[in-house]
């Protein structure tokens, strides 16, 4: 998507071999204007396969979520959350997930009555590395016998090899920018 390549040119920043910060624009501070157009985009790819929820991550996927399931005519937003709290009440599905920035397991829970048995989810996230937050949510989807009819990314690392593991087993992932390479400090983008 060209208005995404175009920030992540102008605001995106290395951070290593694989690691890009987008917080100028994406998950820290949020161009929101952006946020909408890209939710508007993922509504277009996917409105043929008739989600009924959309599943996201704490904390950073929850904006494109949103935008996301505006678009798709206000359907629901659930998120995972990740981790435990004193206040809950309902019974809670859960998933382990390795996390890629922080390099350490979580444990991703969602209440049941917030993923209702048999929706047909589709899933959103900010990044897609190796797909382990990916996997996560649809453990939690596979748990509630609900049905994933896509996976909508803002950013994905083509260098790992989640999306590509994703597509070879026929899941509708739709990226709407996809970074090839980080090399001395520059970020190469797919055209
Ligand atoms: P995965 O689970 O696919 O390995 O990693 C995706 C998750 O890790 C996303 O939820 C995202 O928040 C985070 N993540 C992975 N790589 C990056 C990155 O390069 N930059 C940022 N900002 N987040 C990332």
């Known amino acids: ?3 995404l390549n175009e920030a992540i040119l102008k605001w995106g920043r290395a951070n290593g071999k694989d690691v890009v910060k987008v917080d100028m624009f994406l998950n820290h501070r949020i161009d929101t204007a952006l946020m909408f157009e890209m939710g508007e985009e993922l509504a277009r790819h996917f409105a043929s396969a008739h ?30 959350k990740k981790s435990a709290t004193v ?3 309902g019974t809670m599905a859960q998933a382990k997930v390795f996390s890629f920035t922080h390099k350490q397991e979580n444990i991703i829970r969602v209440d049941e009555r917030y993923l209702p048995v048999k929706s047909r989810v589709l899933i959103v996230d900010d990044f ?7 996997r996560g949510m649809m453990d939690l989807c596979r748990q509630l016998d609900c049905t994933v009819c896509g996976v909508g990314i803002g950013v994905e ?9 994703l597509r070879e087993e026929g899941i509708d992932l739709y990226s ?7 090399a001395d400090g520059n970020i190469h983008i797919r055209e």
């Open 128 to 134: 897609l590395a190796d797909g382990q937050a990916v």
């Open 51 to 80: 989600p009924t929820l959309v599943l996201t991550v704490e904390a950073s996927g929850i904006a494109l979520a949103i935008t996301a399931a505006h678009a798709l005519g206000n359907i629901p937003v659930t998120f995972a």
């Open 1 to 3: 998507m060209k208005e």
């Open 157 to 165: 690392k083509g260098f790992q090899m989640g999306g590509k593991k």
């Open 176 to 182: 709407l920018a996809i970074i090839d390479s980080i």
């Open 87 to 89: 206040v809950q009440d």
